[in-house]
C-alpha cells in the first residue's frame, strides 16, 4: 500500500470533497489541520482536539528538533506516544522557520545553515537531515525542505531558489527510509505564474506523495495569492492531495477549498484565540472589547462549542482580562470548533454539489465587527 | 433547615469524619476546597475540578468585587452560574488580600479602607460590606471580616484585633438576609494562646455556623502553628466544622486533619503546580529538573491521575520548559489529584480508625527529592 492515497469523492465547482489515507487513520477533505508546534496544540489536550473534529494535526520539525530534541522523541517511540496523539500527524521540514530567521541563515546547495533563536547555536539543515528528522518524530507525512522567498524576493532569486528546491526534493526523496512516511512537494515560484509552472514540472518528477503550495500568504496581496493558487492547482495531479501551507482564516479556507485545495493548516484560529478575537458565524468577535463586559450572551448563538454552550462573553471577558489559563483554552476551543465545523460544512455542501451557495451564504453572512478589523492578519504561519 | 450543617460520622484520635451539608450539596470532611480566585481555578473547566473530587471550592470576594465587579456576577445569577460551577462555593470576605496590601490600608472600627491593587482606587470593606458582597456572589458559606495581623504583630495590636474581630462578627451575622448563605467566625488571637482561647469565647456568643482559625501559617514557626490549633479546636463547639485557613499541603493536610479539622483551602498545590513542582506519593519533584529530560517514567508510578496516567516526565518537563500552556493544566490536574486523593485517603483512614498508621505510614514514605527542599513554602494564601 502507498505512503498516502488520495481518494476522490465528489466535486462541486472546482472544490472537491476526498479522503486521504494514512497510515495512522483516514482524514476527510478538505481539511483544516491544527497546529500543534511544540508536541501540543496550545492548551488542550489530543482528546479535546479529537473532539473538535481535527482528524491530522500538525507538528514543526524545527521546534522540536531545538526543545525537546529528537532523541527524547525518538525514545518515546515517536511524536505520537510522546504527545498522545494517536491520529496522522504532517510535519514541517523546518525550513520555513529557518528562512524567517533572515539574516542569521545561509543558503547554499548542500542545505541552509542558521542559528536557533533559543540559545543561538549553530544547526545545519539538509534535505537529508529534514527527512530523516522528520522519520525520527515517526512523522506520517513529511515534508520536503524548501526555501522559502520573502513576498518582495525578485524573479531571478525566486527562480534559481525553486530550481534549488526541485534538486532539494530529488534528494530528500532518495533519503527517505522504508519506515519513512508520505514524502510531499513544495511548489515555489512566487508571484510570477510561469516560476509556478516551472516548479510544478520540476517537482512532479520526482512523484511524490502530494503537492502543497509554498510562499503564499508571506505578505502578497489577498489577490495575487488566489490567482497563484486558481492557476497551479490545476497542474497538479488529481490523485494526490493539493495542501495550502499557512492558510487558516475562516475567509481563506471557503475561498481556497473553492480553487481544489484538500489541505490547510495555519496558527491563525488558535494564536488570535490566545489574543482573544474570536470567529463566529458573522466574522469576527474581539473579546477584550468593553461593550461585552456585561453581555450574558454566548460569543455565538449559532456555535455548539463549549464554551458559547456554557459561557457568556462577560464571564469570557473577564477570564480573558483577568489573564486566566482557562481564557486561552476556551476561546481556542471556540476558534477551533469554528474552523473545523466550517470545513465539515464545507464538506458536506460539497458532496452536496452545493459549493457555490454555501460560500456566497458565508459571504452573505460576513458583518464587520464595529470598530474592528475583520481581516485576516498576516504572519499566519507557525 | 439550617444554612449548614454538620454531621460527625466517625473518629480516630482527634480526627474526625463528617459531613457538611449545605445548600448545593454535601461536602465529605475533612475536605480540602481548590482555590478559585477569580470565578476559575486556574487552568480547569469546572466538571475536571470535579472529577478530581473536589465537592466545594473556594472564591475571593476581593478579586471579584475588582474584577468583573459584583454586578456582572448578580446579573448572571451569581458566582455558581457565572463560571458554571454548580456546587458549594465558600467566599472570604476579602479581609485576608486587603490586610495584605499592608500600608495601603486603615483599619477604623467602622471597617478597612485600602486602595486597591489594579487602579489604586480607594475601596471601603465593612463587616457588613463583606456579608453583603458574598451574598450578591451567591455565596454558599460565607465569611466574616476579620484582620489578619502579621505573624510577627504584638500582643496588644493582637489583642485590640480581636475584640474588634468580635464585634464585626455580630455585625456580620446581623447584616446577613434571608437569602445569604451560612456564616463562619473566624478566631484570631496569633500565636498567644489566651488570646486565641478570648476570641473563641467571644464568637461563640454569636452562634455562627461554623468556625475558622485564621492568622496561621503567615510566617509563624510550623511547631507553633500545629500548636494552636491542637490547643483551639477542643474549645469550639463539636456539632459546627473546624476551617483551617491557608494551609493545603500535603504534610499540613495530614498534620491538621489529625488535630481535628474538617476543611481546608490553600493556593500552594496549584500555584507550586504552576511553578513546576509536583506532589508525589514520597514528597516532591521539581519537574524543571534537567535530570528528568529523557525520563520516561511517569511523575508517579502509584498516581492515577490523567498526567501520570498517560505522560512522561519527559513531556511534562518539556512542556514546562517551553512554557506551554499545557503544562500548567496538566500540572495542576496532578497536583490536585494528589491533595484531594489524599483527603479521600484520610477519611477512609478515620472512618476504620486507622488515623495514626496512616499519618506513621504517610511519614514515613517522605523522601526528599536529591537537591530540592521539601518543606511548604510560605505565601499560601491567595
Not at 547554499?108 to 536557533?116: D, I, L, W
Not at 506520517?140 to 532569486?157: F, H, N, Q, V, W
Not at 520540476?202 to 486558481?230: Q, W
Not at 486561552?328 to 454539489?353: F, K, S
Amino acid at each position: 500500500m502507498a505512503r498516502l492515497e488520495y481518494v476522490q469523492k465528489a466535486v462541486s465547482g472546482r472544490a472537491r470533497l476526498g479522503q486521504l489515507k494514512t497510515r495512522k487513520g483516514v482524514v476527510d477533505t478538505p481539511a483544516f489541520m491544527p497546529v500543534g508546534t511544540q508536541a501540543t496544540v496550545k492548551s488542550l489536550l489530543p482528546e479535546e482536539v479529537a473532539g473538535l473534529g481535527a482528524q491530522i494535526i500538525l507538528g514543526n520539525t524545527y521546534h522540536l528538533l531545538l526543545r525537546p530534541g529528537l532523541k527524547v522523541v525518538e525514545a518515546h517511540g515517536g511524536l505520537h506516544r510522546f504527545m498522545g496523539w494517536p491520529g496522522p500527524i504532517l510535519t514541517d521540514s523546518g525550513g520555513f522557520q529557518v528562512f524567517s530567521l533572515g539574516a542569521l541563515r545561509t543558503v547554499a546547495e548542500e542545505g541552509v545553515s542558521f542559528r536557533n533563536h533559543l540559545d543561538g547555536g549553530l544547526m545545519h539543515l539538509t534535505p537529508e537531515v529534514a527527512v530523516e528528522a522528520q522519520e525520527r518524530l515517526g512523522s506520517d507525512i513529511m515534508m520536503m525542505l524548501d526555501e522559502c522567498p520573502p513576498a518582495g524576493a525578485g524573479r531571478e532569486y525566486v527562480a534559481a531558489a525553486l530550481e534549488r528546491d526541485a534538486r532539494w526534493a530529488g534528494r530528500a526523496k532518495a533519503a527517505r527510509t522504508e519506515k519513512g512516511g508520505a514524502l510531499m512537494g513544495i511548489v515555489q515560484g512566487g508571484v510570477y505564474p510561469e516560476l509556478r509552472h516551472r516548479s510544478v514540472e520540476l517537482l512532479l518528477e520526482h512523484e511524490l506523495d502530494g503537492y502543497a503550495l509554498g510562499g503564499l500568504s508571506v505578505g502578497e496581496p489577498k489577490e495575487v495569492m488566489m490567482r497563484v493558487i486558481e492557476q497551479t492547482v490545476p497542474q497538479l495531479p488529481r490523485d494526490k492531495p493539493v495542501y495550502l501551507m499557512g492558510v487558516g482564516s475562516p475567509e481563506d479556507l471557503v475561498a481556497c477549498a473553492g480553487l481544489g485545495v484538500d489541505m490547510f493548516d495555519c496558527v491563525l484560529p488558535t494564536r488570535m484565540a490566545r489574543n482573544g478575537t474570536l470567529f463566529t458565524s458573522t466574522g469576527r468577535l474581539n473579546i477584550r472589547n468593553a461593550r461585552y463586559a456585561e453581555d450574558q450572551a454566548p460569543v455565538d448563538e449559532t456555535c455548539g462549542c463549549l464554551a458559547c454552550r456554557r459561557y457568556s462573553r462577560a464571564y469570557l471577558r473577564h477570564l480573558f482580562m483577568a489573564r486566566e489559563l482557562l481564557a486561552y483554552r476556551l476561546n481556542t476551543i471556540h476558534n477551533l470548533h469554528q474552523v473545523l465545523g466550517l470545513m465539515a460544512a464545507l464538506r458536506e455542501a460539497i458532496a452536496q454539489d452545493q459549493y457555490d451557495a454555501f460560500a456566497r451564504d458565508f459571504w452573505a453572512r460576513r458583518v464587520p465587527e464595529p470598530g474592528e478589523e475583520n481581516s485576516s492578519d498576516g504572519g499566519n504561519h507557525a
